[in-house]
């Protein structure tokens, strides 16, 4: 029997062999980050009873307002109340915006996405070309540059970056476009589609609201770029290097291959380990982007996390976890699925 399973396993389609164990492995996973997330949560300093009324508020008002919260419960009650309500799709009510909790991420959650996806693509770009130009033309500009900027990169916090830009190019030049929200407050934001705002705003044809909300990207997309792509350029650099210095490489050279087709081989060769670097940035973006958002005021899921953060908001909080993490699983079966594609010589 266990032979005959084998056999109608191997039939099905090679795509499918990545992603139904790991879409079975996703429910044990996310309950995981939900038993820790619950718990740990609970050990941090505050009563958000005694947050919300004040230090002024009486013990029967405290009392009763912990009462309707459930924080008089058990901790088990609380955990196994909590696990039926995400059940139902329901996180809880917010603490501190009195809101649900998931129409608070839905509202915050496109905001950190349109940050990450532009931050990503220009991290790629930037990592991506200048390593490979570091190791096609060694000892050269780039090459010396490289140098200095991954050295750079690792050791300059973002926080610090994005001050420095908004310093020099909107305190000091007047170039770039006021760092407060996602567009200009004297302006509507586009009809509501995919919740990016240029997306949106170009498939409204309000090139107004598409200038405003693209000017308010640069500095954190550059922020954030500017930081990570150094790590980025790193392991491209050592990749592509032991794929540049292979035997194919100098046979192709040596029978007259153009230069430029034989980048290109080698950096399709250099591909699935990149790709799970890139993956693994795109995860650690989302958390990384916390710092950025506040100071950009952006209003992305980053910022709502430290709010609930300062603030004791248990809900919230455990909201924005189980999110970020459903959102990390997710592209980490992207990344398998690309690894499969990028060399199919990979088993399962």
Known sequence: MLLALRRRWECVPRALQIVLPRL??????????????????????????????????????VAQLRDRLGLNDSLWVQFLTYCGNVLHGDLGISIF?????????????????????????????????????????????????????????????????????IYVFFTMLGWAAAPFGRIDAMMNPPPYVTGFYTVD????????????????????????????????????????????????????RACGVPERVIIRAAMRNSLPPIITIIGFLVGFLLGAAVLVETIFSWGGLGQYAVQAVMNSDYPALQGFILVAAA???????????LYELADPRIKV
């Open 24 to 61: 079975a492995l996703l429910v044990p996973q996310m309950f995981g980050v939900l038993f820790v997330t619950f718990f740990l949560i609970r050990l941090l300093p505050g009563d958000p009873a005694v947050l919300l009324l004040g230090n002024m508020a009486t013990p029967e008002a």
């Open 97 to 165: 915006t009195s809101n649900p909790v998931t129409v608070d991420l839905m509202e915050r959650a496109p905001a950190t996405l349109e940050l990450i996806t532009y931050a990503m693509i220009l991290t790629v770009i930037i990592g991506f070309a200048v390593a490979v130009a570091s190791v096609v033309r060694p000892g050269g500009t780039v090459d010396v540059g490289a140098r200095i900027y991954g050295l750079a990169a690792g050791a300059i916090p973002d926080f610090w970056i994005g001050l420095i830009l």
């Open 201 to 252: 705003a170009l498939i409204a044809g309000n090139f107004a609201a598409l200038t405003s909300a693209a000017g308010r990207l640069v500095l954190p997309v550059l922020t954030i770029a500017i930081v990570n792509a150094g790590a980025l350029m790193k392991m491209t650099q050592s990749i592509f290097a032991g794929v540049w210095r292979s035997d194919f490489v100098r046979h192709a």
């Open 327 to 337: 959102f990390i699983l997710v592209v980490y079966l992207v990344v398998d699925i």
